[in-house]
Protein backbone atom coordinates (compact mmCIF):
# COMPACT_ATOMS: atom_id res chain seq x y z
CA UNK A 1 0.00 0.00 0.00
CA UNK A 2 1.40 3.64 -0.88
CA UNK A 3 1.04 5.54 1.88
CA UNK A 4 0.36 8.96 0.02
CA UNK A 5 -2.11 7.64 -2.76
CA UNK A 6 -4.27 5.28 -0.35
CA UNK A 7 -6.24 7.75 1.21
CA UNK A 8 -7.06 9.37 -2.24
CA UNK A 9 -8.09 5.84 -3.55
CA UNK A 10 -9.83 5.31 -0.71
CA UNK A 11 -11.65 8.19 -0.54
CA UNK A 12 -12.26 8.29 -4.59
CA UNK A 13 -13.59 4.59 -4.07
CA UNK A 14 -15.49 5.45 -0.96
CA UNK A 15 -17.20 8.26 -2.30
CA UNK A 16 -17.84 6.33 -5.27
CA UNK A 17 -19.62 3.94 -3.74
CA UNK A 18 -21.77 6.63 -2.11
CA UNK A 19 -23.33 8.94 -5.55
CA UNK A 20 -22.47 6.15 -7.89
CA UNK A 21 -20.67 8.40 -10.07
CA UNK A 22 -16.89 9.40 -10.52
CA UNK A 23 -17.62 12.98 -11.18
CA UNK A 24 -19.42 14.06 -7.81
CA UNK A 25 -16.81 11.35 -5.77
CA UNK A 26 -13.88 13.92 -7.72
CA UNK A 27 -15.73 16.93 -6.14
CA UNK A 28 -16.29 16.09 -2.72
CA UNK A 29 -12.62 14.48 -2.49
CA UNK A 30 -11.51 17.67 -3.42
CA UNK A 31 -14.00 19.99 -1.18
CA UNK A 32 -12.65 17.56 1.69
CA UNK A 33 -9.02 18.64 0.73
CA UNK A 34 -9.32 21.80 1.10
CA UNK A 35 -11.16 22.05 4.27
CA UNK A 36 -8.44 19.35 5.80
CA UNK A 37 -6.04 22.20 4.38
CA UNK A 38 -7.79 25.04 5.67
CA UNK A 39 -5.75 25.47 8.68
CA UNK A 40 -2.61 25.92 7.02
CA UNK A 41 -3.68 27.79 4.01
CA UNK A 42 -5.33 30.51 5.68
CA UNK A 43 -2.76 32.11 7.81
CA UNK A 44 -0.32 32.13 4.84
CA UNK A 45 -3.27 33.96 3.00
CA UNK A 46 -3.78 36.39 6.00
CA UNK A 47 0.12 36.96 5.92
CA UNK A 48 -0.03 37.24 1.88
CA UNK A 49 -2.42 39.98 2.46
CA UNK A 50 -0.59 41.46 4.81
CA UNK A 51 2.28 41.93 2.51
CA UNK A 52 -0.04 43.86 0.31
CA UNK A 53 -1.18 45.83 2.51
CA UNK A 54 2.28 46.74 3.53
CA UNK A 55 3.27 47.38 0.25
CA UNK A 56 3.22 51.76 0.47
CA UNK A 57 5.01 51.35 3.28
CA UNK A 58 7.71 49.22 1.92
CA UNK A 59 7.90 51.19 -1.29
CA UNK A 60 9.29 54.06 1.20
CA UNK A 61 11.84 52.18 2.55
CA UNK A 62 13.21 51.10 -0.97
CA UNK A 63 13.13 55.12 -1.71
CA UNK A 64 14.70 55.81 1.41
CA UNK A 65 17.68 53.39 1.00
CA UNK A 66 18.07 53.97 -3.08
CA UNK A 67 20.86 51.49 -3.94
CA UNK A 68 22.33 50.85 -0.95
CA UNK A 69 20.90 47.19 -1.42
CA UNK A 70 22.63 45.66 1.82
CA UNK A 71 20.95 48.24 3.99
CA UNK A 72 17.66 47.43 2.44
CA UNK A 73 17.64 44.37 2.83
CA UNK A 74 18.23 44.53 6.98
CA UNK A 75 15.96 47.09 6.70
CA UNK A 76 13.47 44.95 5.03
CA UNK A 77 13.75 42.20 7.43
CA UNK A 78 13.44 44.79 10.70
CA UNK A 79 10.37 45.45 9.09
CA UNK A 80 8.89 42.15 8.56
CA UNK A 81 9.70 41.63 12.04
CA UNK A 82 7.91 44.74 13.74
CA UNK A 83 4.93 43.38 12.11
CA UNK A 84 4.88 40.25 12.28
CA UNK A 85 5.12 38.57 8.91
CA UNK A 86 7.15 36.49 6.91
CA UNK A 87 7.33 37.36 3.15
CA UNK A 88 8.09 33.77 2.21
CA UNK A 89 4.71 32.52 3.56
CA UNK A 90 2.65 33.45 0.90
CA UNK A 91 4.33 30.55 -1.43
CA UNK A 92 2.52 27.30 0.72
CA UNK A 93 -0.86 27.63 -0.69
CA UNK A 94 0.93 27.29 -3.97
CA UNK A 95 3.35 24.64 -2.69
CA UNK A 96 0.89 22.30 -0.97
CA UNK A 97 -1.57 22.64 -4.22
CA UNK A 98 1.38 21.65 -6.38
CA UNK A 99 2.12 18.66 -3.88
CA UNK A 100 -1.75 17.47 -3.11
CA UNK A 101 -2.22 17.64 -7.34
CA UNK A 102 0.42 14.88 -7.78
CA UNK A 103 -0.50 12.68 -5.34
CA UNK A 104 -4.76 12.88 -6.28
CA UNK A 105 -2.65 12.34 -10.30
CA UNK A 106 -1.08 8.95 -8.71
CA UNK A 107 -4.58 8.05 -7.83
CA UNK A 108 -6.74 9.12 -10.69
CA UNK A 109 -4.46 7.54 -12.46
CA UNK A 110 -5.10 4.49 -10.89
CA UNK A 111 -8.52 4.77 -10.41
CA UNK A 112 -9.43 5.52 -14.34
CA UNK A 113 -6.71 2.94 -14.94
CA UNK A 114 -9.48 0.09 -13.06
CA UNK A 115 -12.44 1.61 -15.12
CA UNK A 116 -11.01 1.22 -18.09
CA UNK A 117 -9.20 -2.47 -17.76
CA UNK A 118 -5.72 -1.06 -17.84
CA UNK A 119 -4.88 -1.79 -14.08
CA UNK A 120 -5.93 -5.12 -12.53
CA UNK A 121 -8.56 -5.47 -9.35
CA UNK A 122 -6.01 -6.83 -7.66
CA UNK A 123 -3.82 -4.20 -7.47
CA UNK A 124 -6.46 -1.52 -6.65
CA UNK A 125 -7.37 -3.78 -3.61
CA UNK A 126 -3.97 -3.90 -2.68
CA UNK A 127 -4.73 0.36 -1.48
CA UNK A 128 -8.03 -0.14 -0.77
CA UNK A 129 -9.32 -0.44 3.15
CA UNK A 130 -11.40 -3.96 3.38
CA UNK A 131 -14.62 -2.43 3.38
CA UNK A 132 -13.44 -0.81 0.18
CA UNK A 133 -12.71 -3.71 -1.84
CA UNK A 134 -13.52 -3.68 -5.08
CA UNK A 135 -15.47 -7.47 -5.45
CA UNK A 136 -15.40 -9.76 -8.94
CA UNK A 137 -18.63 -8.41 -9.82
CA UNK A 138 -17.93 -4.58 -9.33
CA UNK A 139 -17.89 -2.64 -12.37
CA UNK A 140 -16.38 1.38 -12.64
CA UNK A 141 -18.00 3.99 -14.69
CA UNK A 142 -15.79 6.63 -15.26
CA UNK A 143 -18.20 9.32 -16.83
CA UNK A 144 -19.53 12.80 -15.89
CA UNK A 145 -22.14 14.74 -17.77
CA UNK A 146 -21.78 12.41 -20.02
CA UNK A 147 -17.86 12.92 -20.58
CA UNK A 148 -15.37 10.41 -20.12
CA UNK A 149 -13.20 11.74 -17.36
CA UNK A 150 -9.91 9.53 -18.17
CA UNK A 151 -9.91 11.47 -21.83
CA UNK A 152 -7.74 14.23 -22.33
CA UNK A 153 -9.29 17.65 -23.64
CA UNK A 154 -6.49 17.31 -26.48
CA UNK A 155 -8.02 13.67 -27.85
CA UNK A 156 -11.25 15.05 -27.42
CA UNK A 157 -10.84 17.88 -29.77
CA UNK A 158 -9.21 15.11 -31.98
CA UNK A 159 -12.80 13.83 -32.81
CA UNK A 160 -13.92 17.13 -33.97
CA UNK A 161 -16.67 19.62 -32.45
CA UNK A 162 -18.59 17.58 -29.32
CA UNK A 163 -20.89 17.97 -26.83
CA UNK A 164 -18.33 15.73 -25.27
CA UNK A 165 -15.92 19.24 -25.35
CA UNK A 166 -18.34 21.36 -23.54
CA UNK A 167 -17.24 20.54 -19.81
CA UNK A 168 -13.11 20.22 -20.77
CA UNK A 169 -13.44 23.31 -22.08
CA UNK A 170 -15.51 24.92 -19.02
CA UNK A 171 -12.83 23.47 -16.56
CA UNK A 172 -10.25 24.89 -18.50
CA UNK A 173 -11.17 28.15 -19.07
CA UNK A 174 -12.85 28.47 -15.21
CA UNK A 175 -9.90 27.12 -13.85
CA UNK A 176 -7.91 29.72 -15.50
CA UNK A 177 -10.48 32.54 -14.65
CA UNK A 178 -10.13 31.13 -10.97
CA UNK A 179 -6.49 31.11 -10.79
CA UNK A 180 -6.32 35.23 -12.60
CA UNK A 181 -8.98 36.33 -10.09
CA UNK A 182 -7.18 35.05 -6.97
CA UNK A 183 -3.60 36.32 -8.07
CA UNK A 184 -5.29 39.36 -8.84
CA UNK A 185 -6.97 39.65 -5.51
CA UNK A 186 -3.00 39.45 -3.81
CA UNK A 187 -1.64 41.74 -5.92
CA UNK A 188 -0.08 45.00 -4.20
CA UNK A 189 -2.28 48.27 -5.10
CA UNK A 190 -0.63 49.23 -8.69
CA UNK A 191 -1.91 52.48 -8.06
CA UNK A 192 0.22 53.29 -4.68
CA UNK A 193 3.26 51.27 -6.61
CA UNK A 194 3.10 53.52 -9.85
CA UNK A 195 2.81 56.71 -7.45
CA UNK A 196 6.43 55.64 -5.57
CA UNK A 197 8.12 53.74 -8.57
CA UNK A 198 8.81 56.99 -9.98
CA UNK A 199 10.93 58.42 -7.24
CA UNK A 200 12.80 55.05 -6.44
CA UNK A 201 16.14 54.37 -8.34
CA UNK A 202 17.06 54.98 -11.64
CA UNK A 203 17.97 51.52 -12.54
CA UNK A 204 14.33 50.96 -12.80
CA UNK A 205 14.40 47.38 -10.70
CA UNK A 206 11.13 48.21 -8.77
CA UNK A 207 9.17 48.44 -12.54
CA UNK A 208 11.07 45.32 -13.45
CA UNK A 209 9.36 43.59 -10.44
CA UNK A 210 6.48 44.66 -10.69
CA UNK A 211 6.26 43.92 -14.82
CA UNK A 212 7.26 39.89 -13.34
CA UNK A 213 4.79 40.02 -10.81
CA UNK A 214 2.14 41.62 -13.45
CA UNK A 215 3.15 38.31 -16.28
CA UNK A 216 2.95 35.92 -13.84
CA UNK A 217 -0.44 37.35 -12.70
CA UNK A 218 -1.80 36.25 -16.62
CA UNK A 219 0.75 33.60 -17.36
CA UNK A 220 -0.03 31.13 -14.85
CA UNK A 221 -3.79 31.44 -15.89
CA UNK A 222 -2.69 30.82 -19.68
CA UNK A 223 -0.42 28.15 -18.74
CA UNK A 224 -3.08 26.09 -16.96
CA UNK A 225 -4.87 26.18 -19.54
CA UNK A 226 -2.44 25.20 -22.48
CA UNK A 227 -0.84 22.13 -20.03
CA UNK A 228 -4.60 21.21 -18.99
CA UNK A 229 -5.28 20.06 -22.50
CA UNK A 230 -2.89 16.78 -22.09
CA UNK A 231 -3.78 16.19 -18.28
CA UNK A 232 -7.19 13.89 -18.36
CA UNK A 233 -10.78 15.93 -17.46
CA UNK A 234 -11.22 13.80 -14.14
CA UNK A 235 -7.78 16.00 -13.08
CA UNK A 236 -9.23 18.89 -14.84
CA UNK A 237 -12.63 18.44 -12.57
CA UNK A 238 -10.38 18.37 -9.45
CA UNK A 239 -8.26 21.61 -10.50
CA UNK A 240 -11.33 23.75 -11.19
CA UNK A 241 -12.89 22.98 -8.17
CA UNK A 242 -10.08 23.13 -5.88
CA UNK A 243 -9.42 26.47 -7.53
CA UNK A 244 -12.80 27.45 -6.61
CA UNK A 245 -12.58 26.54 -3.30
CA UNK A 246 -9.56 28.73 -2.92
CA UNK A 247 -11.59 31.66 -4.02
CA UNK A 248 -14.03 30.92 -1.87
CA UNK A 249 -11.61 30.85 1.14
CA UNK A 250 -9.76 34.19 -0.14
CA UNK A 251 -13.83 36.23 -0.49
CA UNK A 252 -14.36 34.43 3.32
CA UNK A 253 -10.67 36.21 4.43
CA UNK A 254 -11.65 39.25 3.18
CA UNK A 255 -15.14 39.37 4.40
CA UNK A 256 -13.91 38.68 8.21
CA UNK A 257 -11.27 41.54 7.55
CA UNK A 258 -13.87 43.96 7.20
CA UNK A 259 -15.87 43.22 10.36
Not at 188 to 215: F, G, I, L, S, W
Amino acid sequence: MNIFTAPFVNALFGFYYLFGNLGWSIIAVTIIIRLVLMPLVLPSLKSAKKMQELQPKLKKLQEKYGKDKEGLAKAQMEFYKQEGVNPLSGCLPNILQIAVLMIFFSAFNMVSGFAEGKITRERVNEQLIQQFKASEEFKFKDSFLGTNLSMTPAKALGGGLSPSLVLPLFLLLGSGLLQYWSAKKMMPNTKVDETVVKKVTKDKEDDMMAAMRTQSTYMMPLMTIFIGFNFSIGILLYWFVNSAVMAGQQMLMAKIDRK
